[in-house]
Every structure is written in structure tokens, then in C-alpha cells.
């Protein structure tokens, strides 16, 4: 494969739902690339589309329109029960609910074990390997006796975490991993996944609210609203020079330790200029945007490139 191929290749990809206001894209027209080994963060409010984004790229949810392509190879619009098993060893994820995305009536050991046997693996071997990871997540072999709900939120975490890296896959997807944990619980897990990726060289796009989390993690971040990617750029130029007025107040809304510090931060973002714009039309973040014009309701921005290895959907982007 040419170097210049991208693992990951997301190409114009839509998801629609039928909602109790009609239909509706949860993702819309989005285009991403992912290199073998990369960290890509994915930040966004509640409702963003981020997850089912994510989902889209595992196939647990279908594109409504659009292609989604790895290691140059188009991935199946729909999934049948032989891609998910092809898939396996290529593309894995993270769940934010780990105590639901595992069986409640399997031990942890066959948890673990049954994505390797389902690669051919023998019983023998699967559980071997299967021990070995719940060391290497930081947890006893003996765990591999246990049911799920024996298991603490962190310790069940672990499990979720070794059972996405123990098939060795390519790409990782983490679906806010780490929200559903208690503070201390939560570095621990960030550092595990921060060192499980190194070790293993995997690529991953991590997902999450916590903007500091995925400046620590992330080589490049994403900036997701409404179904859109706003703005794009390597983690420290995204987070210390915003392009996007969405990024701006979306890290403007990013709580600090020090009350003064934080005041001055909420103040610095000025307020919505009142532009009414029609659904559908022009940019989705005018009616919220401190600098819209009526340019901004007729015209949809695109994702256009803003220096180097910056990109920014904005028709006056900051700092330019």
C-alpha cells in the first residue's frame, strides 16, 4: 500500500434518523482522514454526532449516503455477520458504558477470549492470551473468574479496554471511555490507553467531552456541531488559537480550577449578534455566533484549508 493511502478515509458520510420532528442528520456530509498510528480527538456538545460518527466507522451504524474507506479498501454499507468478523482484527472500540457493552452472564476470561476464538484462535491459547491482557491492563489473572457486576466502573473499564487491543487491531475507537468514571479512576485509564497505544502503534480516534483530555491525548483534533466538523488543526495551534467561533466558546465553556482565571475566560467570549437564520440554510452555528453576518445565513461555509494543516468551516474565521 502507498504511504500516502490513509488508514482511515471518511468521505462525505451522512447518518439520518426518523426523529418526532421528522428526519434528521445525526452526521452530515463529513470527511475525515486518519494516518496508521495517528491520534485524532473528536470534540463537540451532547448531540453533536460524534458517537454515532464513531459508530458509523465500526458498523454499528449505517451511512445514509457518503463512503467510509480503510487501508483503501471500501468498507460494506451494510455489515453482515462475516464483515464484523473480517473486521475484527482491523477496527475495534472503546464504549462509554462498559458495564453494557459486556455480557453480563459471561466471565471476564471468556469476554476477552471469545473475539480470539472467533479468529481461529485455539480455547488453549485464547485464554492465555486472555489472562496476559488482564495484566497488562492492570488487572489479575483471578479477575478472568468473575462476572462483570463483581467488577468496579474502572476495573470493568480495563476489561473493555483489553478486550478492544487484545485482537491487536489497527484503529481504536474510544466513545467517551473515561466520562462515566470517578476523577481519580479517570487518568488512570487515559494513561493506560495513552501507553497501550504507544506499545502497540495503533491508531485511534478519541472521543470526549474533557477539551484537556484530548489536548494531553491527540496529535490533531476535530471540532464537531451539529452533524459537522467546524474546524480541524493539530491539538496545541486548535486549542491555544482557535479559528472557529464554536471552538472559541466551546473552550470558553471548558470549567478551570481558578475561579478568577475562569470568569475572565466565560467573559471573554462576546454574545450571540441576534442573526435569525432558516433550518437548513447557511451556516448552522450562526444563530449561536458572536460575529455572524448575513452572509453567514445564506452561504454555508466549507471546510477549507487556513494555513498549514489547519482547516476551518467559517466565512470569518478568527485570527485571519
Same mark, same amino acid.
Given at each position: 500500500m502507498a504511504d500516502h493511502v490513509p488508514l482511515l478515509s471518511v468521505e462525505r458520510a451522512s447518518c439520518h434518523f426518523e426523529g418526532p420532528g421528522g428526519r434528521f442528520a445525526a452526521v452530515d456530509g463529513v470527511s475525515l482522514e486518519i494516518a496508521a498510528g495517528e491520534v485524532v480527538g473528536l470534540v463537540g456538545e451532547s448531540g453533536s454526532g460524534k458517537s454515532t460518527l464513531g459508530r458509523l466507522i465500526t458498523g454499528l451504524n449505517q451511512c445514509s449516503s457518503g463512503s467510509i474507506r480503510f487501508a483503501g479498501r471500501a468498507l460494506p454499507t451494510r455489515y453482515r455477520a462475516a464483515d464484523f468478523r473480517y473486521y475484527a482484527d482491523k477496527i475495534q472500540m472503546v464504549f462509554q458504558d462498559a458495564y453494557g457493552s459486556l455480557n453480563p452472564r459471561s466471565r471476564v476470561s471468556e469476554a476477552l477470549a471469545e473475539?480470539?476464538?472467533?479468529?481461529?484462535?485455539?480455547?488453549?491459547?485464547?485464554q492465555l492470551r486472555a489472562s496476559q491482557w488482564l495484566e497488562r491492563v492492570g488487572l489479575s489473572a483471578q479477575m478472568g473468574a468473575r462476572f462483570p457486576h463483581e467488577l468496579s466502573g474502572g476495573q470493568r473499564q480495563r476489561v473493555g479496554v483489553a478486550r478492544a487491543f487484545i485482537n491487536r487491531p489497527q484503529l481504536v475507537?474510544?466513545?467517551?471511555?473515561?466520562?462515566?468514571?470517578?476523577?481519580?479512576?479517570?487518568?488512570?485509564?487515559?494513561?493506560?490507553?495513552?501507553?497501550?497505544?504507544?506499545?502497540?502503534?495503533?491508531?485511534?480516534?478519541?472521543?470526549?467531552?474533557?477539551?484537556?483530555?484530548?489536548?494531553?491525548?491527540?496529535?490533531?483534533?476535530?471540532?464537531?456541531?451539529?452533524?459537522?466538523?467546524?474546524?480541524?488543526?493539530?491539538?496545541?495551534?486548535?486549542?491555544?488559537?482557535?479559528?472557529?467561533?464554536?471552538?472559541?466558546?466551546?473552550?470558553?465553556?471548558?470549567?478551570?480550577?481558578?475561579?478568577?482565571?475562569?470568569?475572565?475566560?466565560?467573559?471573554?467570549?462576546?454574545?450571540?449578534?441576534?442573526?435569525?437564520?432558516?433550518?437548513?440554510?447557511?451556516?448552522?452555528?450562526? #444563530?449561536?455566533?458572536?460575529?455572524?453576518? #448575513?452572509?453567514?445565513?445564506?452561504?454555508?461555509?466549507?471546510?477549507?484549508?487556513?494555513?498549514?494543516?489547519?482547516?476551518?468551516?467559517?466565512?470569518? #474565521?478568527?485570527?485571519?
Open positions: 473475539p480470539l476464538l472467533l479468529q481461529g484462535l485455539r480455547p488453549r491459547e485464547a475507537i474510544c466513545d467517551e471511555p473515561v466520562s462515566a468514571l470517578d476523577v481519580s479512576v479517570q487518568a488512570q485509564i487515559i494513561n493506560l490507553l495513552r501507553d497501550l497505544q504507544r506499545e502497540e502503534g495503533v491508531a485511534m480516534l478519541f472521543i470526549a467531552h474533557d477539551l484537556a483530555v484530548v489536548r494531553y491525548l491527540a496529535d490533531r483534533t476535530l471540532v464537531m456541531y451539529r452533524g459537522k466538523i467546524m474546524e480541524s488543526g493539530d491539538s496545541g495551534a486548535v486549542f491555544t488559537q482557535p479559528r472557529h467561533p464554536y471552538t472559541q466558546t466551546l473552550l470558553a465553556a471548558n470549567p478551570v480550577a481558578d475561579p478568577q482565571l475562569e470568569r475572565q475566560r466565560r467573559g471573554s467570549v462576546p454574545a450571540a449578534a441576534g442573526i435569525i437564520a432558516r433550518e437548513g440554510e447557511g451556516c448552522c452555528f450562526a #444563530p449561536r455566533c458572536f460575529q455572524a453576518q #448575513p452572509r453567514c445565513v445564506s452561504e454555508e461555509p466549507l471546510l477549507e484549508a487556513q494555513g498549514e494543516n489547519r482547516r476551518c468551516a467559517c466565512h470569518f #474565521p478568527l485570527g485571519l
